[in-house]
């Protein structure tokens, strides 16, 4: 069973638009929500993260919101820009435990000129 | 910059065949990660480590081992390597719940 899911798998926006990538989680454990970026033919780097004790955070035209109760998570990249255009994996670890650091499905977002 | 270093980057092995994957860091990062990454997948964990010393099994550690010797290496074994084994795979290093770094990654085919 998944524990962190993404959705859509693929998403495609016009320059200029906000992108909404959704990502939601089955431990009530998790803590520490990073989201990663990976262009073609390169590794995945640390895009944002943000941890519960608040619900937003923003960096830039990148903002995360985050839905404790429900357990979703949401990625909002505002005045998208091609140099965008990449797959963006939620990620998820706990704390207490393990500190496995569990990766979603990913989406494949493509920001057209 | 974290620095992590994967070798080989590209493997041609045969099934049945033994391959090591190694990884090195240069961070002293506690933590070590060995996960694969495949079309609709995204990354799935596969090994990770505390420290020397130390491997525990992660999402899908069948048919593959793992190996901390130092803090700085970290080792992904297939004993009998299989088909669908073949994938991209990648390590990563960081510290708890602070940003992970990856390595460049490592093509493997299994024939």
């Known amino acids: 069973q998944q524990q962190v899911r993404q959705s859509p798998q693929s998403l495609t926006v016009w320059e200029g638009e906000t992108a909404i990538l959704n990502c939601s989680y089955e431990?009530?454990?998790?803590?520490?929500f990073p989201w990663y970026w990976q262009f073609p033919r390169e590794s995945p780097a640390l895009l944002i993260a943000i941890r519960p004790v608040s619900n937003k955070k923003e960096d830039g035209r990148f903002t995360i919101f985050f839905n404790k109760r429900e357990k979703k998570l949401s990625l909002h990249i505002t005045d998208s820009q091609p140099g965008d255009s990449a797959t963006y994996f939620c990620a998820a670890s706990a704390s207490s435990g393990s500190w496995q650091l569990i990766f979603g499905s990913g989406t494949q977002l493509t920001v057209m000129p | 910059e974290a620095a992590v270093t994967q070798s080989p980057r590209n493997k041609v092995a045969v099934t049945g065949g033994k391959v090591t994957l190694s990884c090195n860091q240069t961070n002293n990062h506690n933590n070590m990660y060995w996960y694969r990454q495949d079309t609709g997948h995204g990354l799935r964990l596969i090994h990770y480590s505390y420290g020397a010393g130390s491997t525990e099994k992660g999402d899908i550690p069948d048919g593959y081992k793992a190996s901390r010797p130092s803090q700085e290496n970290f080792s992904l074994i297939l004993e009998l390597a299989t088909p669908s084994q073949t994938s991209v795979y990648f390590c990563?290093?960081?510290?708890?719940?602070?940003?992970?770094?990856f390595g460049k990654g490592t093509r493997l085919t299994v024939v």
């Open positions: 990563a290093s960081g510290d708890e719940q602070t940003e992970v770094f």
């Open positions: 431990d009530s454990t998790f803590d520490y």
